[in-house]
């Protein structure tokens, strides 16, 4: 068919669809709406019920020819004119008639389907010839939306490979709708063959034929539906999901190959994934039918069951699925070797070694079983020129390693097989196993005798006893079959072949006796509370000599121990019969300081008792029940208390009463001195009695329906043979309990202290909880709900760390009194403890340093040596770690091969882990502040008393050469003198010297200060300040208090005491001393004494001159200890004289000290607790009067030896006698 003039008139309603096709596609979908028309020149679209002009436009030259106008419309229906000129044939038709103007146009109104859609053509002819002057045809298409897509079969079944074809189909709608197929999730249409319907009666299909796979199974496709009557964007689907059936897929596993070691358990699964499911497989080995299951199990896998299997699947589509499966069979090495081989001592031996493993061995080596160093690898045993040594037995041991399918690990397995190689030889050194044999009397032995080397052929044995050397038996064994005491003694094998004879053998046998009671306890014994010299012994043989104990209720009996001590006394004997037997005696007396006249019976002494006697090979046993007859003693449930009941009015009441009695006790109670039996008045008791261990009564009063005067005091009067007792328990509301009593610490640990009470009476409650309260090193208080629980684990605390726990109790009346406090530490956490750093040990100089990480007072290091030839550690000694590296030198007589140090805390348990030390070849150089201390302390000491001689004879050669000073000269200059020296108290000794020779030991102590409850303490040092005055303040670092560099004062520069005046008390002194300073007198010393100082100091004691506005006799010596000594032992300063009274003296210039009061940069030291603060006054006045003194003659002034000691000036003369004094003491 041939298309001519083919025209695209009306794209409007075509343009641009939305709904997934391409510009391309709807050119073509244009293309075939043109075609459709064919020769026609426009295209119209109108919707059905809407009206439509169908235009024809001509030359008005036309009308010259006087032509005839017409409309033809050609439709489904029928073929007709509807109009002519200007009249209408047919209704809702008009026309547009000017052919005046060229217009000739038809106009549709309500146009409808059947009537409208099809082909308008518009004529024009001429008259007469019927020549076609004009024609324009016009294809009017009626928009009717199409109806929804229908798609056969409505659930399509395929099979896999097999071609189904998909029909979608659409009718009603005009023009023919555009029919799409889509696979879900591809946005490309599927290619189809389409149908038209041509009319909307007939509807139009797309054909979408698909040959389906497996994956295809469940796949949606969807049909989409549009044509130009519906809006943009409109669109009509349509989906349906195909059901693919597909042949099956087998896979097998779990892994393929599979690896099963032999022995275990091998499971093959066949998996199959097919389209009718299967419900059973086929698996075949080797052709031949095996198991229908999924799962193939061999429980017991076997070499002979390696291989290969196959699993069949059929699902009945025409195509079955098979899969195969390898069953690799994994086993340790199976080794074989020939079980002997003989030779002549000289040949060579040549050896296979067979194995089978798989996977395949790793390693293949031969062993000799008697000789462990002895291996050789490789499959064949070769040995060149054997010798009697080489007799034994070889092991050849193959080892492969195994990979199981599904583990991660591997395991390694091994083989082994041996071959006795024969060397003929003559037996070696004999020998006895067991090497000391022992039997029990009437019991079997053997004695085994063997031979190194074994000799070749087998030899035989000789046995015989000592005393007789007749044969007792031949062979490797000796048997006895019940052993007597005949049979102990000295026993003797000799082994010997055609080659030779071995040496003799010899063992001891020993035959020991199980212990035998021969005096036995009786199984009852009835006592009365009271009697004396009650004892029981037991009597028994055995050997070797055993052991004798007494138990009570299962539990040891010791005299020693605390719970036993005082009650009981054991006395125990043994003698020796023969051949290491003995009869051993043990008496067990109720005797002891605690008891009534020290040996009688007490009630308490009921109870089991047992005389054990055991040895080495047994042990026998005698048991006693002693029974006591006393009186009745009543079993409080609280010690601390009266019993007591607690129920509520209208209550049903239970009083208990406990008592233990024997003979058996009668019961009766009683209420306000009424007995209670049955009832009394209109009340009415009961009572039951019931009966416990021990012979131990419980007799329980019952009062139903309690009233008010029920409550008060209830007696329970029990009564025996040997006695009656009474007990009162007091029966009240129920109330608040009372506290609980003996708060103890069952165990303590790193973080949580166990706590256990005894609780109080429980106010008549059985719910009643406990509460601990307790609190730490920080001062906050916590508490800790125990509930029900006794004992009652409080945990989340610190470790090493003191806690002070109380309790109290609670039920629904409120709460008791707390206990007493107990206090308790928690233990230290070991794993916390550090280890000690570079542990190296120098064996030549036996010397050990070790480092810390930081400096720990409050630990110890715990040395512990390994001696030469010794496998076990020896604790040496342990080690202060007063320092962060440590320096000793072991003290030990032996070798020391190993050392080892660990730090440890509280005791020699409580310690961190043990770190072996490293042998060097030599020292470390680490400062020597390890070294033992006292070893310092004395070589300093002894330094320092030398140097304190020298300093003695100097200063003795000194006074010598003063001379007595005219006390006029003293008189006449006595207006400027110099500041007196503060007092001297003898508070303990001093020594400057001693400071400056003891650095070592102060870098050591000097971190102690305010550690863990070690000594700390405060020092002056005296600076200058920034006007030039002077000022004594506390300084941390100052050892000392005295005012002299060369003094014996004090002891704190070496062993660092606290300082002995409290700060509230150093205040008080201080105001006490300086008013005391405005009111002293003002002395000066004279040039010569400065001069003289100078030259024995060599300038290190310039004096500073302080200038005083008060006179010597208004100086008051101190009254009271306390202002300026706090040591309660120190002894008491005697009163100062005062200086106007001294009288002449040859020591009046005190040139024995340096001036208290000078610049520290000048020498002098600074005053204890006496700040030097001066105004600036003062220090003018000092200046003028030291301008005087360079002018005056020098004063004098006496003081004697006594009386520089009580004035408290160092003289020359008291200087040395006192040091002298101090020193012994």
Same mark, same amino acid.
């Given at each position: 068919?041939v298309?001519?003039?083919v025209?695209?008139?009306?794209?409007?309603?075509t343009?641009?669809?939305?709904?997934?096709?391409?510009?391309?596609?709807?050119g073509?979908?244009?293309?075939?709406?043109?075609?459709?028309?064919?020769?026609?020149?426009d295209?119209?679209?109108?919707?059905?019920?809407?009206?439509?002009?169908?235009?024809?436009?001509?030359?008005?030259?036309?009308i010259?020819?006087?032509?005839t106008?017409?409309?033809?419309?050609?439709?489904?229906r029928?073929k007709d004119n509807?109009?002519?000129e200007?009249?209408?044939?047919?209704?809702n038709?008009?026309?547009?008639?000017?052919?005046?103007?060229?217009?000739y146009?038809?106009?549709?109104?309500n146009?409808?389907?059947?009537r409208?859609?099809?082909?308008?053509?518009?004529?024009?002819?001429?008259?007469?010839?019927?020549?076609?002057l004009?024609?324009?045809?016009?294809?009017l298409?009626v928009?009717?939306?199409?109806g929804p897509?229908?798609?056969?079969?409505?659930?399509?079944t395929?099979?896999?490979?097999?071609?189904?074809?998909?029909?979608?189909?659409s009718?009603?709608?005009?023009p023919?709708p555009?029919?799409?197929?889509?696979?879900?999730?591809?946005p490309?249409?599927?290619d189809?063959?389409i149908?038209?319907?041509?009319?909307?009666?007939?509807?139009?299909?797309?054909?979408?034929s698909?040959?389906?796979?497996?994956d295809?199974?469940?796949?949606e496709?969807?049909?989409?539906v549009?044509n130009?009557?519906?809006?943009?964007?409109e669109?009509l689907?349509?989906?349906?999901?195909?059901?693919?059936?597909?042949?099956p897929?087998?896979?097998?596993?779990?892994?393929?190959?599979?690896?099963?070691?032999?022995?275990?358990?091998?499971?093959?699964?066949c998996?199959?994934?097919?389209?009718?499911?299967?419900?059973?497989?086929?698996?075949t080995?080797?052709?031949?039918?095996?198991e229908?299951s999924?799962t193939?199990? *061999?429980?017991v +896998?076997?070499? #002979?069951?390696? %291989?290969? /299997?196959? =699993?069949? @699947?059929?699902n009945?589509l025409g195509q !079955? $699925?098979?899969?195969?499966?390898?069953?690799?069979v994994?086993?340790?090495?199976?080794?074989?070797?020939?079980?002997?081989?003989?030779v002549?001592?000289?040949?060579?031996?040549?050896?296979?070694c067979?194995?089978?493993?798989?996977?395949?061995?790793?390693?293949i080596e031969?062993?000799?079983?008697e000789?462990?160093?002895?291996r050789?690898?490789?499959?064949i045993?070769? *040995?060149?020129r +054997?010798?009697? #040594?080489?007799? %034994?037995? /070889?092991? =050849?041991? @193959?080892?492969?390693?195994?990979?199981? !399918? $599904?583990?991660?690990?591997?395991?390694e397995?091994?083989?082994?097989?041996?071959?006795?190689?024969?060397?003929?030889?003559?037996?070696?050194k004999?020998?006895?196993?067991?090497?000391?044999?022992?039997?029990?009397?009437?019991?079997?032995?053997t004695?085994?005798?063997?031979?190194?080397?074994?000799?070749?052929?087998?030899?035989?044995?000789?046995?015989w006893?000592?005393g007789?050397e007749?044969?007792?038996s031949?062979g490797?064994?000796?048997?006895?079959?019940? @052993?007597?005491?005949?049979?102990?003694?000295?026993?003797?094998c000799?082994?010997?072949?055609?080659?030779?004879?071995?040496?003799?053998?010899?063992a001891?046998l020993?035959v020991?006796?199980?212990?035998?009671?021969?005096?036995?306890?009786?199984?009852?014994?009835?006592?009365?509370?009271?009697?004396?010299?009650?004892q029981?012994?037991c009597?028994?043989?055995?050997?070797p000599?055993?052991?004798m104990?007494?138990?009570?209720?299962?539990?040891?009996?010791?005299?020693?121990?605390?719970?036993?001590?005082?009650?009981?006394?054991?006395?125990?004997?043994?003698?020796?019969?023969?051949?290491?037997?003995?009869?051993?005696?043990?008496?067990?007396?109720?005797?002891?300081?605690?008891?009534?006249?020290?040996?009688?019976?007490?009630?308490?002494?009921?109870?089991?008792?047992?005389c054990?006697?055991?040895?080495?090979?047994?042990?026998?046993?005698?048991?006693m029940?002693?029974?006591?007859?006393h009186r009745?003693?009543f079993?409080?449930?609280?010690k601390?208390?009266?019993?007591?009941?607690?129920?509520?009015?209208?209550?049903t009441?239970?009083?208990?009463?406990?008592?233990?009695?024997?003979?058996?006790?009668e019961?009766?109670?009683?209420?306000?001195?009424?007995?209670?039996?049955?009832?009394?008045?209109i009340?009415?008791?009961?009572?039951?009695?019931?009966?416990l261990?021990n012979?131990?009564?419980v007799?329980?009063?019952v009062?139903?329906d309690?009233?008010?005067?029920?409550y008060?005091?209830?007696?329970?009067?029990?009564?025996?043979?040997?006695?009656n007792?009474?007990?009162?328990?007091i029966?009240?509301e129920?109330?608040?309990?009372?506290?609980?009593?003996?708060?103890?610490?069952?165990e303590s640990?790193?973080?949580?202290?166990l706590?256990?009470?005894?609780?109080?009476?429980?106010?008549?409650?059985?719910?009643t909880?406990?509460?601990v309260?307790?609190?730490?090193?920080?001062?906050?208080?916590?508490e800790?709900?125990?509930?029900?629980?006794?004992?009652?684990n409080?945990?989340?605390?610190k470790?090493?760390?003191?806690?002070?726990?109380?309790?109290?109790?609670?039920?629904?009346?409120?709460?008791?009194?707390f206990?007493k406090?107990?206090?308790?530490?928690?233990?230290?956490?070991l794993?916390?403890i550090?280890?000690?750093?570079?542990?190296?040990?120098e064996?030549?100089?036996?010397?050990?340093?070790?480092?810390?990480?930081t400096?720990?007072?409050?630990?110890t290091?715990?040395?512990e040596?390994?001696?030469?030839g010794?496998?076990?550690?020896?604790?040496?000694?342990?080690?202060?770690?007063?320092?962060?590296?440590?320096?000793?030198?072991?003290?030990?007589?032996?070798?020391?091969?190993?050392?080892r140090v660990?730090?440890?805390?509280?005791?020699?348990?409580?310690?961190?882990?043990?770190i072996?030390?490293?042998?060097?070849?030599t020292?470390?150089a680490?400062?020597?502040?390890?070294m033992?201390?006292?070893?310092?302390?004395?070589?300093?000491?002894?330094?320092?008393?030398?140097?304190?001689?020298?300093?003695?004879v100097?200063?003795?050669?000194c006074c010598?050469?003063?001379?007595?000073v005219?006390?006029?000269?003293?008189?006449?200059?006595?207006?400027t003198?110099?500041d007196?020296?503060?007092?001297y108290?003898?508070?303990g000794?001093?020594?400057?010297?001693?400071?400056?020779?003891?650095d070592v030991?102060?870098?050591?102590l000097?971190?102690?200060?305010?550690?863990?409850?070690?000594?700390?303490?405060?020092g002056?040092?005296?600076?200058?300040n920034?006007n030039?005055?002077?000022?004594?303040?506390?300084?941390?670092?100052s050892?000392?208090n005295?005012?002299?560099?060369?003094?014996?004062?004090?002891?704190?520069?070496?062993?660092?005491?606290p300082?002995?005046?409290p700060?509230?008390?150093?205040?008080l002194?201080t105001?006490?001393?300086?008013?005391?300073?405005q009111q002293?007198q003002q002395?000066?010393?004279?040039?010569l004494?400065h001069?003289h100082?100078?030259n024995?100091?060599?300038?290190?004691?310039?004096?500073?001159?302080?200038q005083?506005?008060?006179s010597?006799?208004?100086?008051?010596?101190?009254?009271?200890?306390?202002?300026?000594?706090t040591?309660?032992?120190?002894?008491?300063p005697k009163?100062?004289?005062?200086l106007?009274?001294?009288?002449?003296?040859?020591?009046?210039?005190?040139?024995g000290?340096?001036?208290?009061?000078?610049?520290?940069?000048?020498?002098?030291a600074?005053?204890?607790?006496?700040?030097?603060?001066?105004?600036e006054?003062?220090?003018?006045?000092?200046?003028?009067?030291?301008?005087?003194?360079?002018?005056?003659p020098?004063?004098?002034?006496?003081?004697?030896?006594?009386?520089?000691?009580?004035?408290?000036?160092?003289?020359?003369?008291?200087?040395?006698?006192?040091?002298i004094?101090?020193?012994?003491?």
């Amino acid at each position: 068919m041939v298309i001519k003039n083919v025209k695209i008139c009306d794209q409007q309603p075509t343009t641009r669809m939305t709904y997934g096709l391409s510009s391309v596609e709807e050119g073509l979908v244009l293309l075939s709406l043109s075609v459709t028309a064919v020769l026609g020149d426009d295209m119209k679209d109108v919707k059905e019920g809407e009206d439509v002009i169908l235009e024809c436009r001509f030359g008005s030259h036309l009308i010259s020819r006087g032509p005839t106008f017409y409309w033809a419309r050609s439709n489904a229906r029928d073929k007709d004119n509807v109009a002519i000129e200007g009249t209408p044939l047919e209704q809702n038709y008009e026309v547009d008639y000017s052919p005046n103007t060229g217009k000739y146009d038809l106009r549709i109104r309500n146009s409808t389907y059947d009537r409208d859609n099809g082909k308008f053509e518009c004529r024009i002819k001429e008259k007469g010839s019927g020549q076609t002057l004009h024609s324009k045809t016009v294809q009017l298409t009626v928009l009717l939306p199409p109806g929804p897509p229908k798609i056969t079969p409505l659930e399509p079944t395929a099979t896999e490979g097999r071609s189904l074809d998909l029909t979608c189909s659409s009718s009603g709608g005009s023009p023919d709708p555009l029919i799409r197929w889509y696979r879900n999730g591809m946005p490309y249409p599927l290619d189809s063959i389409i149908k038209l319907g041509t009319s909307k009666n007939n509807p139009t299909s797309a054909i979408l034929s698909v040959t389906p796979q497996r994956d295809d199974d469940g796949t949606e496709y969807r049909c989409v539906v549009w044509n130009r009557a519906m809006g943009e964007g409109e669109k009509l689907e349509s989906s349906v999901a195909l059901n693919v059936n597909y042949y099956p897929r087998v896979k097998v596993g779990p892994e393929n190959p599979l690896r099963v070691e032999k022995g275990s358990e091998a499971k093959l699964t066949c998996n199959v994934d097919s389209k009718p499911a299967v419900s059973s497989v086929k698996w075949t080995r080797n052709g031949r039918f095996s198991e229908t299951s999924f799962t193939y199990t *061999i429980p017991v +896998v076997s070499i #002979q069951e390696g %291989g290969s /299997y196959a =699993c069949l @699947a059929d699902n009945g589509l025409g195509q !079955s $699925g098979e899969a195969d499966l390898t069953l690799e069979v994994l086993y340790a090495p199976i080794v074989s070797v020939i079980p002997r081989k003989e030779v002549e001592d000289g040949e060579s031996v040549w050896i296979k070694c067979n194995v089978s493993s798989n996977p395949r061995p790793s390693s293949i080596e031969w062993i000799m079983k008697e000789d462990p160093s002895f291996r050789q690898s490789g499959d064949i045993l070769r *040995i060149e020129r +054997v010798t009697s #040594q080489n007799s %034994g037995n /070889y092991i =050849c041991k @193959a080892v492969n390693v195994i990979n199981p !399918s $599904g583990l991660e690990t591997t395991y390694e397995r091994t083989g082994n097989a041996s071959v006795a190689l024969m060397i003929k030889h003559a037996p070696g050194k004999a020998h006895i196993e067991p090497s000391t044999p022992s039997v029990v009397e009437g019991s079997g032995v053997t004695l085994t005798c063997g031979a190194k080397p074994p000799g070749w052929p087998t030899p035989q044995y000789r046995w015989w006893k000592e005393g007789s050397e007749s044969t007792i038996s031949v062979g490797a064994q000796l048997n006895i079959g019940t @052993a007597k005491a005949s049979n102990e003694g000295l026993y003797f094998c000799q082994p010997s072949n055609e080659i030779g004879t071995g040496t003799v053998a010899s063992a001891e046998l020993r035959v020991y006796q199980a212990p035998k009671i021969t005096q036995t306890l009786q199984p009852q014994v009835i006592r009365r509370a009271g009697d004396s010299g009650f004892q029981v012994t037991c009597t028994a043989k055995a050997k070797p000599r055993p052991t004798m104990r007494w138990m009570k209720d299962g539990q040891l009996l010791d005299p020693s121990h605390k719970d036993a001590r005082g009650f009981y006394r054991i006395e125990s004997h043994d003698v020796e019969i023969k051949n290491g037997a003995y009869t051993v005696n043990t008496t067990l007396f109720f005797a002891g300081d605690d008891r009534d006249h020290k040996d009688r019976i007490m009630a308490i002494d009921r109870g089991y008792y047992a005389c054990v006697i055991e040895n080495e090979v047994k042990k026998d046993e005698s048991h006693m029940y002693l029974r006591v007859q006393h009186r009745p003693i009543f079993i409080q449930q609280r010690k601390w208390e009266l019993d007591r009941a607690a129920f509520e009015i209208g209550e049903t009441a239970y009083i208990p009463c406990k008592v233990q009695a024997f003979p058996k006790a009668e019961i009766e109670w009683s209420f306000n001195q009424v007995m209670l039996s049955g009832a009394v008045g209109i009340r009415p008791y009961d009572k039951n009695t019931s009966i416990l261990a021990n012979d131990i009564y419980v007799s329980t009063l019952v009062i139903p329906d309690i009233q008010g005067d029920d409550y008060g005091e209830y007696s329970c009067k029990a009564t025996n043979s040997m006695g009656n007792a009474t007990s009162m328990i007091i029966l009240q509301e129920k109330g608040r309990p009372s506290p609980p009593a003996e708060l103890r610490i069952v165990e303590s640990d790193v973080n949580s202290v166990l706590l256990k009470w005894e609780p109080g009476f429980n106010g008549g409650y059985e719910e009643t909880k406990h509460l601990v309260q307790y609190s730490g090193d920080d001062g906050s208080i916590r508490e800790a709900d125990c509930l029900f629980y006794n004992p009652c684990n409080i945990t989340g605390l610190k470790q090493q760390t003191f806690y002070t726990f109380r309790i109290r109790a609670w039920n629904p009346k409120g709460e008791s009194e707390f206990s007493k406090n107990l206090t308790a530490m928690t233990r230290i956490d070991l794993s916390k403890i550090p280890d000690p750093l570079e542990v190296k040990f120098e064996p030549k100089s036996r010397t050990l340093v070790f480092n810390v990480l930081t400096q720990m007072p409050m630990a110890t290091a715990k040395v512990e040596l390994q001696q030469t030839g010794e496998n076990t550690w020896r604790k040496y000694r342990m080690l202060p770690v007063f320092t962060d590296k440590i320096h000793h030198v072991i003290e030990d007589p032996k070798l020391v091969e190993a050392v080892r140090v660990r730090l440890c805390f509280e005791d020699e348990e409580t310690c961190g882990n043990s770190i072996n030390a490293d042998i060097v070849s030599t020292v470390p150089a680490v400062a020597q502040v390890g070294m033992r201390v006292h070893y310092v302390i004395g070589a300093v000491v002894s330094g320092i008393v030398l140097l304190l001689c020298f300093a003695l004879v100097l200063l003795f050669c000194c006074c010598r050469k003063k001379r007595v000073v005219k006390k006029e000269q003293y008189d006449a200059n006595r207006t400027t003198t110099q500041d007196a020296p503060p007092p001297y108290y003898t508070n303990g000794m001093e020594n400057k010297g001693l400071e400056k020779s003891m650095d070592v030991i102060e870098d050591t102590l000097k971190n102690f200060n305010g550690q863990n409850g070690y000594i700390s303490y405060n020092g002056l040092h005296h600076q200058p300040n920034g006007n030039g005055n002077h000022q004594y303040n506390a300084d941390q670092n100052s050892y000392s208090n005295s005012n002299n560099a060369g003094s014996v004062d004090s002891q704190d520069s070496l062993w660092k005491a606290p300082q002995l005046v409290p700060n509230d008390q150093q205040h008080l002194m201080t105001q006490h001393h300086q008013q005391a300073l405005q009111q002293q007198q003002q002395l000066n010393h004279s040039n010569l004494m400065h001069q003289h100082l100078h030259n024995r100091n060599s300038g290190n004691y310039e004096h500073h001159h302080v200038q005083s506005t008060y006179s010597a006799e208004d100086y008051v010596p101190y009254d009271n200890r306390n202002n300026y000594v706090t040591d309660p032992y120190g002894p008491i300063p005697k009163p100062k004289r005062r200086l106007d009274l001294i009288g002449d003296s040859p020591y009046h210039e005190l040139s024995g000290l340096p001036d208290p009061y000078m610049d520290s940069t000048s020498g002098g030291a600074g005053l204890v607790g006496t700040p030097g603060h001066q105004d600036e006054s003062s220090i003018t006045t000092s200046r003028s009067q030291q301008q005087q003194s360079q002018q005056a003659p020098p004063p004098s002034a006496t003081m004697t030896f006594e009386e520089s000691l009580e004035s408290g000036y160092s003289t020359p003369n008291s200087r040395n006698r006192r040091v002298i004094r101090e020193i012994i003491v």
